[in-house]
């Protein structure tokens, strides 16, 4: 569970140049106090009264330096100086300690967590995305950092500086009139404490707020996702039906209810202030009025004051900011803690150090049990030697165990009893990365990334020759629809692949496979949505690389299989069969059942 100081620690690695910044920014701060005490003193010396005493002798000493006497001449000489170089001698340095350095430290943490929310991407189990759409998990990351960029310069640059300028305040009518500055310090911590006590009410409501737009936008991104769905069971009017409702929902909590609540709150704290304001004015001019203050302090009081109180608006309003943005960074966090899945590659390859594997295709599953959920197993004692350069075949009803046995071969997860042998090598004692690179896969639906054909065919290796990617893709059945494209190899697919047809898309991933050189190569129901034009082109392409590697291959159709070395048919998690497509169909199994089924039409299930 994420927690405040977690938004905190966002920016701890530039914590001395932060500090440094923020101090340098609240020095100016305070320093821009002396004009208003200055002018007071101008005041005094205009309408013939003494100036302070540390002032007296700063004067005294600049006449002694100079040779002219201190009089009230010298006095305002050097009362413009000083007002001349603090107002206009920090010009040209506080734009950099300012824009320049809060924004660099900004920009600097987003690149460095957007890198880091980019590999907690890359290692959250796969189990994960089945639960939380790309819509959802983009818009909270997005959210995230752009919340956490746009707090940093205005709580660093604005709001701490502030608070640095109010102590400061407190300090010089302090020096002048020490009940006043009580007066003044009471009151400004009550309004504060009374601004944030609503601004966490209201922070609460806006974390809720913020959970609920995560949904209504993670529905449009599905509604995006799935358009031609849409149309086709013409549902648009339900899916805007439904969003309208969710947006009207949203509409009354942050018009009626969060932001009626900023609201109310400003109303009440600038009635506050003027109060507080009003009450100064009319305790200083008593002191005036008193002889207990000179007319040039009432002026540096009142100045002053007016500006502690007109600080409060921003402060509150920097505070505002925050709690608005508060519950988009604390989702980021949480985000950010979930812990890295098993199956979770390594980020950073050593192409020197970094293992290299090679293996003669030989897969050995051993007593292997698994399951998803505790006391639900979903393959239980398998037990399965593939030969090197073997086709294996994996066949059965939906929900056997088929494609689940090959997300353990990939080390998506790791088997409750049993293992899986390569070479005799244990999974588990192998570098993960080293062993999936030694590994291809074409599902069902190929993903296909928005770029060009030869991007996407050299995904998997990208040192392969032009002169490789042609065969592979020749061997796929691919290379003569791609010649036919426009730009051929450059032709761009568009986003997941949208201009290429099924099959092509299939070809295309077959191809990849390929490329990749490797040492295992599995067909996970690769042909099971293609129709028959296509399924050809695809079986001819796997006809071609019989032999040349180990394959697994996984087929609802039982015609992508005769021709494999060995068919294991699967039922409720366990291998009921093994043999050839001869075999099996003399033996009268469910292999038989399931091929009488298929010749006659029906479905399988």
Request: contains cysteine; proline residues 3%.
């Amino acid at each position: 569970m994420a927690k405040f100081q977690d938004v905190i620690y966002h920016y701890r690695k530039y914590w001395l140049i932060s500090v440094l910044s923020s101090g340098a920014m609240s020095l100016f701060e305070i320093i821009d106090l002396f004009v208003p005490y200055a002018i007071g003193q101008i005041l005094n010396v205009l309408s013939g009264q003494p100036l302070d005493r540390p002032l007296q002798n700063f004067v005294g000493a600049i006449g002694s330096l100079t040779g002219r006497p201190p009089d009230s001449s010298l006095s305002l000489i050097v009362l413009l100086g000083l007002v001349g170089l603090v107002s206009v001698g920090r010009a040209p340095l506080q734009p950099w300690i300012g824009a320049w350095f809060f924004w660099d430290t900004a920009f600097r943490a987003r690149r460095d967590h957007a890198r880091k929310a980019l590999e907690k991407i890359l290692t959250l189990p796969l189990e994960f995305y089945d639960e939380n759409n790309p819509g959802r998990i983009a818009a909270r990351v997005a959210k995230g950092l752009s919340n956490h960029l746009w707090t940093y310069p205005e709580v660093m640059g604005q709001m701490f500086p502030k608070i640095f300028r109010v102590v400061g305040i407190f300090i010089v009518i302090g020096l002048i009139e020490w009940r006043i500055a009580v007066l003044l310090l009471l009151s400004f911590v009550g309004i504060i404490t009374f601004s944030l006590w609503g601004l966490a009410k209201l922070a609460d409501q806006e974390a809720a707020l913020d959970r609920y737009m995560e949904n209504t936008e993670s529905r449009t991104s599905e509604i995006i996702t799935n358009i031609k769905t849409v149309k086709a069971f013409a549902n648009e009017s339900q899916e805007l039906q439904r969003q309208r409702e969710r947006l009207d929902r949203e509409f009354k909590v942050v018009d009626y209810r969060i932001h009626k609540g900023y609201v109310t709150l400003g109303m009440w704290e600038r009635t506050i202030v003027q109060s507080c304001v009003f009450l100064v004015l009319a305790l200083s001019l008593w002191a005036v009025v008193q002889q207990q203050i000179s007319i040039g302090h009432f002026i540096t009081i009142l100045t002053v004051s007016s500006m502690a109180y007109a600080e409060v608006e921003p402060i509150t309003q920097l505070a505002e900011s925050f709690a608005r943005r508060y519950g988009a960074m604390i989702r980021f966090h949480e985000f950010m803690q979930l812990p890295a899945g098993q199956d979770a590659g390594n980020l950073v390859v050593d192409p020197v150090t970094a293992p290299q594997y090679r293996f003669t295709g030989k897969v050995e599953l051993s007593h292997l049990t698994f399951s998803y959920n505790p006391g639900r197993p979903v393959l239980q004692d398998i037990n399965l030697l593939i030969e090197p350069y073997q086709t294996v075949a994996l066949v059965g009803r939906s929900g056997s165990g088929k494609s689940t046995l090959v997300k353990l071969l990939f080390r998506y997860f790791e088997p409750d009893r049993g293992a899986i042998l390569v070479d005799g090598q244990d999974l588990r004692q192998l570098d993960v990365t080293a062993y999936r690179r030694r590994l291809a896969i074409v599902h069902q639906e190929v993903d296909v990334f928005n770029g060009s054909l030869l991007d996407n065919l050299t995904y998997g290796n990208r040192h392969a020759s032009f002169e490789e990617v042609v065969a592979a893709c020749k061997i796929a059945q691919a290379d003569e629809f791609i010649r036919q494209l426009p730009r051929g190899y450059a032709t761009t697919v568009g986003e997941r692949g949208v201009r290429l047809s099924g099959g092509q898309r299939q070809r295309l991933g077959i191809a990849r496979a390929l490329i990749m050189n490797p040492d295992v190569l599995i067909f996970d129901e690769a042909t099971s949505s293609l129709d028959y034009e296509s399924e050809r082109a695809i079986q001819l392409a796997m006809r071609s690389i019989l032999g040349t590697r180990t394959l697994i291959i996984i087929a609802h159709r039982l015609s992508t299989v005769r021709e494999a070395d060995k068919i294991v048919v699967m039922d409720q998690g366990r291998i009921v069969e093994v043999g050839n497509h001869d075999e099996l169909l003399h033996h009268g199994g469910i292999y038989q059942r399931l091929h009488s089924l298929q010749e006659t039409g029906e479905l399988l299930a």
